[in-house]
């Protein structure tokens, strides 16, 4: 079986087989969340599959989400029974089989203003969204809901404002770190034998005399090449970027997305007293306020967005509506010096219907797929948490009556880290002792890399160094620098700093602090020279900079200019309308 790691040299490589005469039997377009599991669901049903991303993996919406897993409670106000189900059978399946190393289970107060109405409906609600996660899974995945008086919210949330409520209800969804489940979706779709690269952008999708379309041209970005791959399916996984990329094929049909900005701020873990989540309905949208280790991350926001698509950001009037909501329901009184940092992700908003109606689609709830042209199909919609079955669909409608005799396997295929990590669990407290590091380290080390921490253990055997906490993050390992080069694909400083440590999204300076120690850590493996160091530290310096400088600004305009001033280390190619 092919090793999972994802490195330079395996990027250049997935880059030469691609181009090769043999072709592929589906190429995905996309390194988010979908494509990275489409290109999973294509590989393990025995296909030659190729995924490239113009960006780093995960670099636009599937980084900068609210990091939940959930069956979407709020659907059941709209009766959408079989929406939850599915929604709660993906988290189950995540939570017990395909990453439980990522996902955890999360409890959440749902606060109550009224002592009986109120709290009967949302009991009968959050009862419901229960009983279908049961019979979703066949088991129970996470607790079931619990009822709290007044003094038992302040017991469990010390900072919730008692004037606002009378009690609440204690329900669970769970939690993940949207970029680390892209990448190992990614290394996993490797594992079986896909071909992935990044920074690799698609320019054309050449058609035949029939107009079918034959693959894609796409630009190895850090070379500067632009390479032919051959496929008989291309499967358009983009997102916001669907109508962009559909439009290479100068084809009549696919769908038609609208963008949407939600943003996030991250507060210190000091700053609000309280040991559970807090799920908030406003009259936009709903508000969660969700623990992690060493912060608080508050979103999120619903507007809509006709800015620079691969640099959304939030503005100060964003951040100002998270502050009052959280406030209205916190005694912590939150302002902007509390916030440690923001970021923004777009949505692909869904329109109904296709541009050509006579093109077939396969219409889900919150997702479509839709024949472009021939050879070429898109999808667009759906969510993180059901990932899995916008996959499955996208290569089932791509392989037409071929589907039947090659099902998916998805459902059953554990992720990277996955497999063994129960016993990995137990074995933590010996390798803690072997290598000097508390329980604290360990649940930490276990919940980013799983079972897979062994192949973290193999670098430090082979450099003690790298068993030293990082002097300016030291929550994270020396080690955890170098195995983002060696096994997760980073080729760059920024794509460790924001989607493999990711202190661009937790530290108040956005990780700039940890760069003179990053590089020195990266440098060698990726035979970096003095020059190319600079230009890295500057690049990441400048982009930090043009962000925060963004967040002070009132309206989406003023804010994307401050941001595109800081420029990109590796810029997207223009390509021809």
Do not use: C
């Not at 959304?312 to 916030?339: C, F, I, Q, W």
């Amino acid at each position: 079986m092919p090793s999972s790691r994802l490195t330079a040299t395996s990027r250049s490589a997935a880059l030469a087989a691609m181009g090769d005469d043999a072709g592929l039997d589906i190429l995905v377009i996309g390194g988010g969340v979908t494509g990275a599991g489409i290109a999973l669901d294509a590989a393990t049903r025995g296909l030659r599959v190729g995924i490239v991303e113009a960006q780093d993996w995960s670099a636009g919406t599937s980084s900068r989400s609210s990091r939940l897993v959930h069956g979407g409670l709020r659907y059941l106000y709209n009766l959408d029974f079989k929406l939850v189900a599915e929604s709660l059978h993906e988290r189950g399946l995540l939570l017990s089989t395909l990453a439980p190393h990522l996902v955890r289970a999360q409890p959440f107060l749902w606060p109550l203003k009224q002592p009986v109405v109120e709290r009967t409906y949302s009991a009968v609600g959050v009862g419901m969204y229960d009983a279908i996660a049961l019979a979703a899974n066949r088991r129970k995945t996470v607790p079931f809901q619990h009822h709290l008086t007044r003094e038992g919210v302040l017991a469990t949330f010390p900072d919730a404002r008692a004037d606002k409520l009378v009690g609440a209800i204690r329900f669970y969804d769970a939690r993940v770190d949207d970029s680390r489940l892209v990448i190992t979706l990614v290394r996993t779709a490797v594992r079986y034998g896909a071909l992935a690269a990044s920074r690799t952008q698609v320019m054309d999708l050449p058609r035949d005399g029939s107009g079918r379309v034959t693959g894609a041209v796409v630009r190895d970005l850090e070379a500067g090449e632009d390479i032919t791959i051959r496929a008989r399916e291309v499967i358009n996984a983009t997102g916001v970027w669907t109508e962009a990329v559909q439009d290479l094929a100068e084809a009549e049909g696919g769908l038609r997305v609208l963008t949407s900005k939600g943003i996030h701020i991250a507060v210190p873990r000091d700053r609000i007293q309280g040991s559970t989540g807090m799920f908030l309905r406003t009259e936009k949208s709903v508000l969660f306020i969700i623990p992690w280790p060493d912060h608080w991350v508050i979103g999120t926001t619903d507007t809509p967005w006709t800015e620079d698509l691969a640099h959304p950001v939030a503005t100060a009037r964003d951040v100002d509506y998270l502050l009052d909501h959280a406030n209205a329901v916190l005694t912590s009184n939150l302002t902007r010096e509390d916030v440690i940092t923001t970021w923004a992700g777009l949505r692909p908003l869904l329109q109904p219907g296709t541009k050509d109606a006579s093109r077939t689609a396969k219409v889900s709830r919150e997702h479509t797929v839709a024949r472009v042209a021939e050879g070429l199909s898109a999808i667009a919609g759906g969510k993180l948490t059901t990932y899995r079955v916008m996959a499955e669909d996208a290569v089932d409608f791509a392989l037409g009556a071929r589907a039947r005799s090659l099902p998916s396997v998805t459902s059953a295929t554990p992720l990277v880290g996955a497999e063994g990590f129960a016993a990995t669990q137990r074995l933590a407290g010996r390798i803690g002792a072997r290598y000097g590091w508390d329980d604290e380290r360990m649940e930490h080390l276990l919940s980013r890399y799983g079972s897979a921490v062994d192949e973290l253990l193999a670098l430090v055997d082979e450099d003690p160094a790298l068993a030293e906490p990082l002097a300016s993050a030291p929550m994270y390992l020396r080690a955890e620098v170098a195995y983002a080069v060696t096994h997760e694909g980073a080729l760059h400083l920024e794509d460790i700093l924001n989607h493999r440590i990711r202190l661009a999204q937790t530290r108040h300076d956005r990780g700039v602090g940890a760069l003179d120690e990053m590089a020195g850590i990266a440098a060698p493996l990726l035979g970096w020279d003095e020059a190319q160091v600079s230009r890295e530290k500057d690049a990441y310096r400048a982009a930090a900079e043009a962000e925060d400088a963004a967040a002070l600004q009132d309206t989406d305009s003023a804010a994307t200019a401050e941001r595109l001033r800081g420029g990109d280390l590796v810029p997207l190619a223009p390509v021809a309308s």
